[in-house]
Structure formats: structure tokens, C-alpha cells
């Protein structure tokens, strides 16, 4: 395992050390993990630990001959050293299990995910992210597979009393309150659920929930957004939705191509056609 980059062990800059990476899944450890994450760093680090953009943990300045000890100690609590190399990295997942805000069970949806298809070997990586809602805390257009839960309303009219809670907390300015009956723009709302959570006499309702696709997103030196597809995913169809997508990946990309870069070498109608997919927008 030592030296590997795959199985999580990065070379730092100073010679001989290595830093350990410390897969957490959808940014979550038991109280228990934490603890042996830190006493490992400070038994074999330098005493601190660092948490990665991708929710993961990093224990830096490790001597290289230590890094199997380290691997060690975290196997015994569950843990595991990796998200490295042309793999499918960790998943990334915002809070939206918890937060007010969220429209899906984002870290049940991770966790998944993460089960099925984490580490999984490529011919280039793999980044998955995952936002409960539209503020899109995880930006998920700028990852090979992005998910972005919604909810979308519908309103009883005879149930509202035009009290205007729904106003106060629509942020795209679609609903309005007229003689005190409501008024939506069906057009202009984005999903956010915001007003269904918020309506005190539960006038206002689910009328579509679901999860917008992106494909073929990427950060870092060449920023590529990825595609918007129509529709909606269903939340307990997501994972095996991104394990096709993964498929026809792993089937069709060449050697050190990102999913974005085989989809503009084969042709966004090809790719998409192939996965039973349409880009919004797309002329029936």
C-alpha cells in the first residue's frame, strides 16, 4: 500500500513524507472515527489534520514507512485511505439531509453512490457531486455528474388566506399575493421548495419533485459546465442512472479522457441518445 497513489497515500513536497488520505463518506464521521483520524495524525503526523474540497480528511507529513500503520488504524474503525487516481472519487454531497433547504436525502443518496461505484477503476476519473436544493452549496454543474434535487409547487386556492409567507420567502419574486389570492409564475420558479415549506396552512403542496442531471462538468485548468438534461430523476432512480452513465464511460472514453471530452469527441446527441437522455430544451 505505501506510496500508492491509489489507495490514498499522496507524495508531499518534502522527500519521504506522504500526506494520507482519509475517505469520508458524504463528508461524515462517527465521533469514534474522528478520534483515531486525530491520533493518528498526532502519532504518526505532525499533529493536525486537513479536510480536502472533495469533504475528505488529509493527515499530512507522515514518514512513508509509516503510511501502512496509518491505513492500519483507520481499517479498524471502518475507515479507508483512497479517492485518488483514475477512479471514481468520492462522492460530494451538501447538507441537505438536514438543512432546511434540501428537497432530497442528499447523504443517503451519497452513501449509495458511493457504495456501488466509489473507487471504482477508469481510464480517467470520475467526480460526482450532489446539491438538495438550487443554492447548489456543492456546484455540481462543474463535476463529471452533477444532481441537483427540486421541488416544485402547487397551490389550493381555497386552502390559502393570503397571508403572504410565501412572498416573503420567494427569493425569484414568482409568487404574489393579489386581493389576497396568489398569483405564480410557473415560469420563472426554479424548484427551490422554499414556499412549500414555509406555507402555515399547507395550501401549498408538491406538485414535482425530482433531481436535474448535468453531465460532463469539470473545474480545475480547463472549466467545462455540465450539459442540463431534461426532466427529472426520480430520487431512488439517481444511482442507477449514474452507474450508466459510469458504463458507457468506462466502455467509450479514450485514455485520459474526462467524460465532458468524450461527449464532445462523440457527439452531445450521440451520448446522450445512447443514454435514453435529452438536453433541456431539446426540439421534440
Known amino acids: ?21 482519509v475517505k469520508a463518506r458524504a463528508g461524515n464521521l462517527t465521533t469514534e472515527q474522528l478520534a483515531v483520524v486525530g491520533a493518528a495524525a498526532k502519532e ?12 475528505n480528511l488529509e493527515i499530512p507529513g507522515v514518514r512513508r ?33 438536514v438543512c432546511r433547504h434540501g428537497c432530497a436525502d442528499t447523504q443517503a443518496l451519497a452513501r449509495t453512490i458511493e457504495e456501488a461505484q466509489g473507487g471504482r477503476a477508469l481510464p480517467r476519473k470520475i467526480k460526482i457531486g450532489i446539491a438538495g436544493c438550487p443554492n447548489n452549496c456543492a456546484r455540481v454543474q462543474f463535476n463529471d455528474i452533477g444532481l441537483m434535487a427540486r421541488a416544485y409547487p402547487t397551490f389550493d386556492a381555497d386552502a390559502c388566506t393570503g397571508c403572504g409567507a410565501c412572498v416573503r420567502i420567494c427569493r425569484e419574486g414568482v409568487v404574489s399575493v393579489d386581493e389576497g ?19 402555515p396552512k399547507d395550501a ?39 452507474g450508466r452513465v459510469i458504463d458507457y464511460f468506462a466502455e467509450h472514453t479514450r485514455q485520459g479522457e474526462r467524460l465532458g471530452q468524450m ?11 445512447a443514454l435514453g437522455l435529452e438536453p433541456e430544451g431539446a426540439e421534440e
Open 44 to 55: 504518526y503526523g505532525r499533529g493536525y489534520v486537513g479536510a480536502t474540497f472533495r469533504l
Open 263 to 273: 461527449i464532445d469527441r462523440l457527439g452531445q446527441d450521440e451520448v446522450f441518445a
Open 65 to 97: 514507512e509509516d503510511a501502512e500503520a496509518v491505513a492500519a488504524a483507520l481499517a479498524a474503525v471502518g475507515l479507508e485511505t483512497g479517492s485518488t487516481g483514475p477512479t471514481v472519487r468520492s462522492v460530494v454531497a451538501c447538507k441537505g439531509t
Open 1 to 21: 500500500m505505501t506510496g500508492t497513489k491509489l489507495s490514498g497515500i499522496l507524495p508531499q513536497k518534502e522527500k519521504g513524507y506522504v500526506s494520507v488520505r
Open 204 to 242: 401549498i403542496s408538491v406538485r414535482e419533485q425530482g433531481l436535474t442531471l448535468f453531465l460532463g462538468g469539470r473545474a480545475g485548468r480547463r472549466v467545462r459546465a455540465g450539459t442540463r438534461l431534461a426532466g427529472l430523476v426520480p430520487e431512488e432512480e439517481a444511482p442507477a442512472l449514474v
Open 181 to 199: 389570492a396568489f398569483v405564480f409564475s410557473t415560469e420563472r420558479c426554479i424548484g427551490c421548495g422554499d414556499c412549500i415549506a414555509v406555507c
